[in-house]
């Protein structure tokens, strides 16, 4: 989703503001674009397409200026164009404002401004607010008033007349400032030495500080060389602390891998380490939780994407240990259909961002009925993370790929970890599952050195045009997850279904076209997979499967075999995702794909 990036300081702009832009460039975005100022002068500067337009563009433009702002777009008003990109100005090019979000009552605001004379050139919604701020900034005739003239109250009148989701920053040239904005969407301040920054995301700035301000909703800051001041948006003066961040600049490189993903995926093993370290001791776990987890009677669980997979694995896990009874629901559903919700109900947030905005809604949603909240993020300071009662990180650093990887291993671990914790009120931890999680990291590394014979298969499958994934029981959401892993990155359509429901519908599609992933581990209702490949196997169609390594049946039905270490049920979906992405990464980059950063998608999407 957009990123914004701002500096204002001693330095040239230009460098630190396009290097920003880089580390935001896999949130997704589709143009890119910057505008310096200089001795009241703005240079500005757009370009479709990637960073690297933009910085071919501005190769012979010898821009200077101490003052700036910078902006990747994706698109949701308005096609991907230059004219469309960010900064956009007002009428008289005297403002210059970049903005992710989404004006929702951007169409009444377009028609009203028209018709007050403001000639609005791109097919935005984000346009919209520079001329908003205009029209307070600047009146004529008997619409003055006694402030007008002050950016800082023009752009408060502004804000209160847009409705929905707002991170912006705005520059002036006749004032040596930037003022930023929020509301809904993220936006952080970057405190320096003689030097301010802002951003969508700390990755932008942690290369040039690590003390951040988070701003909240409906604050307003106004940004100098020598600090800053915050607001509320009835402009009276809020202090805030300033967090020092931890997050290195080595963390959000390559680090000698092909891809972001391929990285992610072989740092699982650690990052499920540090989602456990602290929380294992003496056949206990240790979660600092805010509230009293006796009087839980039900948990429901809300999240998007792969952490709502996660969620799924979650309610299987917490049910199985604690026997809380567990609902999970998308959060964009969750909002919008009236929900029960009861004071002794426990909310579960999860979101690797911590920024995703229908996650977000429905956790408001959740504590205005009266529940107590809890978040599993991984993002530490985002706005999920400081709205939830209480909260478990994942520790599992910076996730760069737009396909979510070591993020949703550290979400099933931290899920583990919760029921482990609610059990425990009740019984004692049996130790043999305390012990095989630490083990987990382990088992982890001996399916990643499968790798060679995985991309192996994906060489005979890229081609394909569909895939089936089945899966039973904590299997299941595996199986979801491994076919958004490759629908996401590869472009190929894929399903993931419950082995057993397979056969009322999906079989109709198996022909000897269809490559069919199995997830068969040797758990309980291992012989009820077997007939389902039986089924598959019997139409011609083309198994792969993920099987124990001590399984010697399913050799004989499935074409394509990938093993992996026998774990504890509960703990087998931590394993077997792993080739499942693996496959997907392989296919997606012999395709030739992007894959940090699939078509259409982002990675942190803040509008609804
Ligand atoms: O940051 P979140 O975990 O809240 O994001 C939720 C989804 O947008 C995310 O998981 C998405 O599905 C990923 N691209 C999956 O790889």
Redesign the pocket.
Known sequence: MCGIVGYIGKENALPILINGLKKLEYRGYDSAGVCVMHKNNFSLVKEKGKIENLEQTLLHSNILGNVGIAHTRWATHGEPSQLNAHPHLDCKGRLAIVHNGIVENYSALKELLQKEGHIIISQTDSEIIAHLIEKFYLPTGALAEANDGDMEIATIKALKLIEGAYALAIIDKNTNNILVAKKSSPLVIGVGDEETFLASDASAIVAYTKKVIYLDDNEIASLTQNGYSIKNINGELIDKKIIEIAMTVDQIEKGGFRHFMLKEIFQQPEAIENTLRGRLALGTVKLNLQFDVSLIKRIIII?????WHSGLIGKYIIEKFSGIPVEVDYASEFRYRNPIVRQDDLVIA???????AD?LAALKEAKLRGAKTLGIINVVGSTISREVDSGIYLHAGPEIG???TK?FTCQITALLLLSLYLQQIKKPIDNTILVELKNIPEKIKEVLAQSDEIKKIAEIFKDSKNFLYLGRNLNFPVALEGA??LK?ISYIHAEGYPAAEMKHGPIALIDEHMPVVFIAPQDEIYNKILSNMEEIKARGGNIIAIINKRDTKIEKLAKYIIKVPESINELSPLINIIPLQLLAYYIADLKGLSVDKPRN?A???TVE
Not at 303 to 307: D, L, P, V, Y
Not at 350 to 356: F, K, L, P
Request: charged residues 15%; hydrophobic residues 35%.
């Open positions: 999240a998007c994407g792969t952490s999860i979101s690797q961002s911590g920024e995703t996650t737009v396909a979510s993020a958004l892993k996401e998608l990675k942190s999407v």
